[in-house]
Structures are given as C-alpha cells and as structure tokens.
C-alpha cells in the first residue's frame, strides 16, 4: 500500500552528487564498542552490538537514494543459538546493489576466522514477505561470537521504522542517520527509544545518531500486541527543500495522493467499470443490501494479494480479476461512486504489528483500508475476503484511523478532507457462542452421548463460514472431531448437520451446527458410584498460565460472549451428590461494573440436572497491573473443564 503514496523526488539540476562516507563500511570505519556485562544471555544469545547507518545523498540522476549498513555482533552460548543466529537473511525490496557483505566467527579462545561469501542464495517472497538473500555462517562454535556486516545501495525509503528489541538482549544498539542538510525528517520514539542527538560538523550533511545501552529481552506474551510494545523508532521525511518549504509527507499530502490514484478513473476504466457492473446484476436493495451483493461478488470472482504486481489500469485489474490492495480499493470506489452510494475511505494500520499513531502526522500507519457507510453505521473490508460488510477485523478494532471523504475546492481542485479518530470496538454481544448439551449416560457400555447445538455469532461464525465450502467431506469430518472433542479419546461424530455455512451469510445469519456426540472415555466407575466427567462435554478450555512478571498490558483483540447450557437426565437408582460444587463465579470489575466474568449455576429439578454457564468480556484492554485479575477470568472455564458429576448409588 505504501508503494503508491511515494513521491517522486526529483531535484534541481545544479544539486552535485554526495560523496557516500559509508558505501565503503568495513570492520574498521566506527570503533568498536565497549560493552559491559550487565546483561545476561536469553536462550544462549547475547546481541553485543547492532548498528544501522542510513546515509541519503543525491546520485548521478539527481534523485535521491541511500547507503544502508547492518552490523551485527552475537556472543552465542548454545548451539540452539549457533542454529538460531548463523543464517543471515537480507532483505532485497528496494535494493539497487549489493555493495559488500563480510562475516566472521571469533572463538572462545580469540581466534578470529573470516568466512567466505560465496554461497549466497536467493531467496524469492520468502514467508510471503518479499525477496531475500541468504547467506549461513560456518564452523561457529558455543562461547564464540558471530559478527556480520552488508552493505547496500537502495532506493529512497522516504518513511519507515527500526525495532530495537525482541526476545534477545542488546548490550549496544547505534543507528546513525546522516542526510543533505537541506532535508529533515521527522521522528516517533516508541516505548523508551530515546530522542536521536544531532551532529552537524560534516559540511551540508546533518549525522543524528542514537546509542542505547543495555536493552533487555522481552519474551511474547498471551493476550498481549508484541511488536507495538516493544522500544522502536519511527521515521518519515518532513521537508525536501530542495523543491519546496511545504511539508513533504503528512495526511492531507496522503488524501491528495489516495484522491489521485484511487477516485480519479480515465474513460476506458469507468467503461470496463459499468461493464462489470452489467455482468454482476446488482439488484439495487438500499445501502446495505446494494452493497453487500457487490462485496458477495467480487470476493468470490476476484483474487486479492498484497503482493500482486500492480497492473497498469481497472481494465487490466478487471480482466485478469486479480489486484492488490491498491487496485482493489479503487475497483470499489468506482463502484461506488458509479452507484452513488455514500461512503467514507478509512486508512489504520494493524493494532498487533504497527498501530495508527494519531500524533505522528505521516505516511507510516496506512497501510490497510476500510469503508465505512454512514447511512447504515457500518464497515467493509476490501481487502480480507473472509469479511463482509458489518464486521470489523479485531487487529482494527479501537485502532485510531484517517477518515477520509471527497471534498472540492473548485472544478479543478479536489481531494479528500480527513479527520483522525478511532475505530468502533464490536459489543461482545455481537461475537457469540452459545452451546446447548443434551446428555445421554449409557452406562451398561460407559458411553456419554450427547446432541449438541451450536449457534455462532459475527466473528465466531465467520471463522468457519469463509473456510467451510472449501473442505472435502473427510476434512470436515476430522475438523469437527477435533472442535467438538470431548475428553482425551477421541470424540464420535454420530451424526452432523450445519446451516448456514457458505460466505454469503457472514455478518447476516448464524453458523448453527447439530450434532449427535459419544465419548469413551467420560464415565468413570468408582464402587457403585459414576464419575462423570461433565466439565469436558463443553471441549477443551485453554489456561493462562506466566511464570514471570507480567511485562506487556492485555489486549483481547475482539470481544466476546458464550453462553452454555448442559442438561443431564440422571438415571434411576442415581442421586446428584455434589450440586454446589459446579457452581462457579469469577468476575472482574472496572468502576463497579462487571468487566469480563465466568459463571456456572447448577439446578435439579424432576431428576434432570441443568448447568447455565456464561463468560463475557466488556473491555479489550487491561493494563499489565490487572493481569492476575484476568487471567482468573480466562483460567475459570479450564477450571469448569475439570468438574466432575459425582452421581450416588442410592
């Protein structure tokens, strides 16, 4: 998405080419660092140093580009580090030439051994995030270091960002800028990046630089946005004064650039536009159903990649049915503009890996898009196809966003106006899982059966309704053995039968499953009396367990709401010995009211048993302080899982 907001930097001609202080970095061109040893290795690794240097300067086409080293030194004191550390990986997106690449391995003993680089390796969309270069580092041993450095000459990155910290400890991290003094950048410090120190000795260049001692390891924890938490430094270039004083990168620079790519369509396109339009027989059905019949269509005729290539055109796009994020966006604001259905143009970035930062007025956070409708107070996805209109991807949820819509100054002036403001968070109501257990004990053969009746809700019924119609029959079956698992043998599917399965009914009707269950391995003899194992007849719960302090604040992601209902005909001859014990309440609270709770209450009535279970969560957010609190909440339903029915021989 980034790739169509870059501007093109053209400079005056009388700008001279810079001479690039780094495009010859080697072991010797910045000392060495002393590093202490206050910090103690994490899974056998230590991060001695990390060094970036990103020099910009002016090339031989007056255009910008930049020099960008990586220097890094690994004191490894396993061989799971050996293995964890020995690969390098160089990303290759935007890169013009490879410059150099050096590698050495220094033993326990001293001995330094520089390794041959000869066996690179191309890599090409590796993990789906691009193309790489590869290179493995030989021969290192435990106790030794492993140090590596490359070079690269790259295409102008006029905005991004640096993570400094992750699971392994840093003893010494440098990034050094260093840029044409007429230029300026401006820059967002994340969780204790501190700000960067100017330098201004080299003649027309400015040298910022940052060095940070002693960063600590953080591991991953549940219910918790790892990379937003981590110390990071976000850039963007604000004034290029070369051309102009006025600001180079900033939301309303964004509106002007999106208005221009995204609503602007020559003759050919709006044409291939209504020609589709005649193919996908909309049936006009106010805002909601117009759109949802558009949305239905498209998501099951087009492909949609972030990294498909861009096509030169909609008609092209519309042809090949296939785009990126960019090309499908546009695809559906020409039909919406064609139908003249009202619509605002939302830009965020994903809460769990790079949030939208209201205070950083930039480019950096709009990578991902959504439409939201006034009329109706609802939002569309393009570019997920297991969304429909009316539900909201949990990573946008609470996520400030740029709210964009037309607006005119004159016939020739037009762009989009914006205002900055958070995402709706989807009620918990809207989520839902409501379960209804009939059990049947045979205990002649030790066998629990059960019918069992599943409702899903929004986002819980999405999850299946997108994937569903693309499994074989013996897939689905194995599938549901395992959702619908009961006990540690596995579960029976008797008989199965679903409604409302296929993609149309995201966000319109639930997912309902009916099933007939038996498990072997529920009942349990003890004397003359059964063990029921009536807490597993809901599947397996998952436990929240951290041995360590909490670091990181909660994060739920989306909200949610279960409700359960089990009944138990207990056979003759039989009484109910522990009624009380599966009485469960767990709750936390904020200002008073309920937050997120778990609850079970157990009733007898005409020799039939009753459980009614509900847990809920409110809020998607709990600071790191609160996380014992919650994690009591999470941990009840694995605690339900473990009751038993003690039934009495009478």
């Not at 390794?115 to 106790?143: D, R």
Request: with cysteine; aromatic share 12%.
């Amino acid at each position: 998405m980034k790739q169509q907001f870059i501007l093109l930097l053209l400079l005056f001609p009388f700008a001279l080419m810079a001479q690039n202080e780094y495009s010859h970095y080697n072991w010797k061109t910045l000392p060495d660092p002393v590093v202490g040893d206050s910090l103690k290795s994490v899974n056998g690794a230590i991060i001695l140093l990390e060094r970036r240097i990103t020099e910009v300067y002016i090339n031989s086409q007056d255009l910008f580009e930049e020099i960008y080293v990586y220097h890094k030194k690994v004191k490894v004191e396993s061989h799971d580090a050996i293995d964890n550390f020995n690969k390098i990986y160089i990303p290759m997106n935007g890169v013009l030439e490879m410059l150099d690449i050096s590698a050495r391995f220094t033993s326990p003993d001293g001995k330094t051994t520089v390794l041959s680089k000869n066996n690179i390796k191309k890599i090409e969309n590796l993990e789906n995030k691009g193309n790489y270069n590869s290179f493995v580092i030989e021969g290192a041993e435990v106790g030794g270091q492993i140090e590596y450095y490359y070079v690269l000459r790259k295409s102008f990155n006029p905005y991004g960002g640096y993570y400094v910290q992750d699971e392994t400890p840093r003893a010494k991290v440098e990034i050094i800028f260093s840029y044409p003094e007429k230029i300026s950048y401006m820059y967002q410090y994340n969780n204790g990046f501190p700000e960067f120190s100017i330098d201004k000795s080299k003649e027309g260049r400015i040298i910022e630089r940052a060095d940070i001692k002693g960063i600590a390891g953080v591991p991953e924890e549940k219910y918790a946005y790892y990379n937003p938490n981590l110390m990071s430094v976000d850039f963007t270039l604000s004034y290029n004064r070369y051309n102009s004083y006025i600001r180079v990168y900033s939301w309303a620079k964004a509106c002007d650039n999106i208005y221009r790519n995204n609503y602007e369509i020559v003759k050919k396109e709006r044409s291939a536009v209504k020609k589709l339009l005649t193919s996908m027989a909309i049936v006009p059905n106010g805002t909601e159903g117009t759109v949802r019949q558009i949305e239905n269509w498209i998501k099951k005729n087009f492909s949609v990649d972030k990294n498909f290539e861009g096509q030169p055109s909609l008609v092209e796009n519309i042809k090949l049915k296939q785009c990126n994020y960019s090309e499908i966006s546009k695809l559906y604001i020409a039909i919406f503009n064609e139908l003249n259905i009202k619509f605002e143009n939302i830009k965020t970035g994903d809460l769990s890996v790079e949030p939208f930062r209201p205070e950083f007025d930039a480019f950096n956070y709009l990578d991902y898009t959504l439409f939201y409708f006034p009329e109706i107070k609802k939002y569309l996805t393009p570019e997920d196809n297991s969304y429909r209109i009316g539900l909201i991807p949990g990573e946008f949820q609470g996520a400030y966003a740029l709210y964009m819509k037309p607006i005119s100054y004159n016939e020739s002036l037009k762009t989009l106006g914006y205002d900055v403001k958070k995402i709706p968070v989807t009620p918990c109501t809207q989520n839902a899982d409501s379960l209804f257990i009939n059990v049947t004990l045979d205990i002649e053969n030790n066998i629990l059966k059960t019918n069992t009746k599943r409702y899903l809700f929004g986002d819980f019924a999405r999850t299946f309704q997108s994937i569903l119609h693309l499994m074989d029959e013996s897939k689905k079956k194995e599938f549901v053995e395992s959702l619908f698992e009961m006990g540690q043998e596995q579960t029976e599917v008797l008989r199965l039968k679903y409604e409302n399965s296929e993609p149309e009914n995201i966000a319109v009707k639930p997912l309902i499953w009916d099933l007939d269950l038996q498990s072997k391995s529920l009942i349990q003899v003890a004397g003359k009396d059964l063990l029921i194992k009536i807490g597993e007849t809901i599947g397996r719960q998952s436990e929240l367990y951290q041995e360590t302090q909490r670091v990181f604040p909660v994060q739920i992601g989306i909200l949610h709401d279960y409700y359960r209902v089990i009944t138990v005909k207990i056979p003759e001859g039989y009484r109910v010995e522990n009624l009380l014990d599966l009485n469960m309440h767990i709750e936390m609270k904020s200002d008073n009211k309920t937050s997120c709770i778990f609850t079970s209450e157990a009733s007898l009535e005409n020799n039939t048993l009753t459980i009614k279970s509900k847990e809920y969560y409110l809020e998607s957010y709990y600071p790191a302080t609160r996380y014992d609190e919650f994690r009591k909440v999470i941990n009840a339903a694995a605690d339900f899982n473990k009751k038993i029915l003690l039934l009495r021989k009478i």
